[in-house]
């Protein structure tokens, strides 16, 4: 099964092909398809991640997975939230995690739970109207400077207080089963035979 990836991100691109990589289906990152961002618009994560969907699946005629994620901070009231990836500046991970970390220069470790948010659409063509839908969260807390150098956009100010450990240090084994976009995936995962429908 070939699915196209509604997204530019090369981080999501790398994750989702990992967490994919067991079931046969062959993930192609819409840019490789002539397929460029859809600006997003919606009030929702749902509703951002439909909108990334169809368009591409509008744009290629191939079924089309999309995410939108976003890291939601209690101190802040769910801020930056839906608009995590332009908190700063949109792309600006550094930035972005600059600003969060200067919002919370004087909350302390109690006050400083945060989650990861993920929602994970599955369109089989730009009409469809049983959008396959799954969501996943990844609770923990914000430290106060970066710690580790793996992942990807907030992930190493993160840290996971389960496994004792920051997304920028967590190995891909462990964030494979623990992360947002993991969980959203697995709970994705037991409906993808609906596609072939």
């Known amino acids: 099964m070939r699915l196209v990836l509604a997204s530019s991100n090369a981080g ?33 994560f749902v509703e951002n991640a439909l909108l990334k969907a169809r368009h591409a699946c509008a744009v290629t005629g191939l079924p089309a997975l999309a995410d939108d994620s976003g890291i939601c901070v209690d101190a802040l009231g769910g801020a930056p939230g839906l608009y995590s990836a332009r908190y700063h500046r949109h792309g600006d991970a550094q930035g972005n995690i600059d600003k969060l970390l200067s919002a919370l220069k004087d909350v302390p470790d109690d006050q400083r739970g945060a989650h990861f948010y993920a929602v994970i659409v599955l369109l089989r063509h730009a009409g469809d109207p049983r959008p396959i839908i799954a969501e996943g969260i990844w609770h923990g807390r914000i430290l106060h400077q970066r710690q580790g150098d793996r992942g990807f956009g907030y992930q190493p100010v993160f840290f996971d207080t389960q496994h004792q450990v920051s997304a920028g240090e967590i190995d891909d084994a462990l964030k494979n089963r623990v992360s947002h976009r993991a969980l959203a995936l697995a709970a994705l995962r037991g409906r993808l035979a609906e596609v072939a429908r």
């Open 12 to 44: 999501k691109l790398v994750e989702l092909r990992d967490l994919l990589s067991d079931t046969g289906i062959e993930l192609v990152a819409q840019t490789d398809l002539g397929v460029e961002d859809i600006e997003e618009t919606g009030s929702t």
